[in-house]
C-alpha cells in the first residue's frame, strides 16, 4: 500500500506563471517531507525540505506547504521557467527510520 | 566527477546470467543504498548500508545479492532474474542514515534488462 501518494501524473504550465504540484501521504508517524527532481538520464536530486514542526519552508523560487491535519504538502514554484521541466518526486520519512517513502511523481511541464 | 557514479548505464541479461551492478560515492557518505524504480510505480528501497553494515532488506527476492566491501562502493549482484524485474536500478548516499535528515544523493541509475 502506497503511503506517499502523487495523484497528478503530469502537470503543464506557462512559464511566469505559479506551478503546482500535490502530494498526500497515510502515515502520521511522518516527520520530513521532501522533494526530489529528476531530468531525463540523471538520478533525482534533492530540492527542497520541510520538517513535521513547520508548515512552510522557502528556497528562493521553491516553497513547500505542509497541512499535517489533512496529511497533504504542495511545492509551489513561482515564477515557473522552461528548466524546471522534470519530474517531482514528494518523499517522506520518520526520524530514525532508515528510509525515504516516495511518490510516483509528478512530470511538470513549463511552456515558454 | 559527479558524487555518485553507477556502472552500467544500460544492462540487457538473459534469465540465466549473472551480472554486477557498481555505486561509487566521493562524497564522504556513511550510508548508501540501493532502490528500485519500475515504471509508474514508487521508488522502493531495496537494502541499505550504513558504515558497511546492511541495516535494511526490504524484502528483496534472494536472487538479488549486495555487497559493501567499503563506506564508498556498493555492488548489486544479480543471478536468475526474471523478466519482471527490469527496472532501472538507483544506487544513493547519504550522510547519515535517511531517517535524520532524508537528503540522499543518487547515482544517475542503472537500466535493466532482463529478456
Known amino acids: 500500500d502506497q503511503q506517499v501518494k502523487q495523484n497528478s501524473p503530469s502537470l503543464s504550465v506557462q512559464e511566469g506563471r505559479i506551478s503546482i504540484l500535490n502530494c498526500d501521504y497515510t502515515n502520521s508517524m511522518f516527520d520530513y517531507f521532501l522533494w526530489y527532481k529528476k531530468y531525463p538520464a540523471e538520478g533525482p536530486t534533492f530540492l527542497i525540505s520541510?520538517?513535521?514542526?513547520?508548515d512552510k519552508n522557502e528556497d528562493g523560487r521553491f516553497t513547500v506547504f505542509l497541512n499535517k491535519s489533512a496529511k497533504h504538502l504542495s511545492l509551489h514554484i513561482v515564477p515557473s521557467q522552461p528548466g524546471d521541466s522534470a519530474v517531482y518526486f514528494c518523499?517522506?520519512?520518520?526520524?530514525?527510520?532508515?528510509?525515504?517513502?516516495f511518490g510516483t511523481g509528478t512530470r511538470l511541464t513549463v511552456i515558454p | 566527477e559527479t558524487g555518485v557514479t553507477q556502472t552500467p548505464r544500460h544492462l540487457v541479461m538473459g534469465m540465466t546470467n549473472k551480472k554486477s551492478l557498481k555505486c561509487e560515492q566521493h562524497?564522504?557518505?556513511?550510508?548508501m543504498y540501493w532502490y528500485k524504480q519500475s515504471a509508474k510505480k514508487p521508488l522502493e528501497l531495496m537494502f541499505v548500508?550504513?558504515?558497511?553494515?546492511?541495516?535494511e532488506n526490504n524484502s528483496v527476492p534472494s536472487r538479488f545479492s549486495p555487497e559493501c566491501p567499503n563506506s564508498s562502493h556498493l555492488f548489486l549482484h544479480l543471478h536468475t532474474l526474471q523478466p519482471e524485474d527490469s527496472a532501472l536500478y538507483l544506487c544513493?548516499?547519504?550522510?547519515?542514515?535517511?531517517?535524520?535528515?532524508?537528503?540522499?544523493?543518487f547515482g544517475e541509475g542503472s537500466r535493466l534488462t532482463v529478456l
Open positions: 544513493a548516499s547519504s550522510q547519515d542514515q535517511a531517517g535524520a535528515t532524508g537528503e540522499l544523493f
Open positions: 520541510i520538517s513535521s514542526i513547520k
Open positions: 518523499a517522506a520519512s520518520r526520524t530514525g527510520a532508515n528510509n525515504l517513502f
Open positions: 548500508y550504513s558504515l558497511e553494515e546492511r541495516v
Open positions: 562524497l564522504g557518505h556513511n550510508a
